[in-house]
């Protein structure tokens, strides 16, 4: 007898984490992160989308610990505090960009899930 290994007959539901799985939003994380730098006078490089793009995946914690070693605990933490508020206020401002043809995976899914 053949054994149905769909996640249809198992799931009902699919969840997604919408950053980096629905979207991308590399480029305005790294605007977002460029105003403050601008803020503060301890950052000493830009902060580009390809940076943002290198340490997609990292906790946030790693992550400024990647994009600035040479920063002591108490500014790496200062600069992570203001930037993951400038991040969500820019991101909820102009979001990012839809990766392609998601409005029609999605159409599709919600023929089948919740």
Known sequence: MAQDISLKNKFDSIIFDL????????????????????????????ITQKDVQGIT?????????HLFPYLNEDKRTEFKSLASVSELETLSR?????????????????????
């Open 19 to 46: 950053d980096g799985t629905l979207w991308d939003s590399t480029a305005n994380v790294a605007v977002a992160w460029q105003a403050v730098k601008e803020q503060v006078d301890f950052i000493k490089d830009d």
């Open 57 to 65: 995946g990292l906790t946030y914690t790693a992550i400024f610990e």
């Open 94 to 114: 102009l979001g990012g960009d839809l990766y392609p043809k998601l409005e029609e995976t999605l159409e599709y899914l919600s023929h089948n899930y919740k």
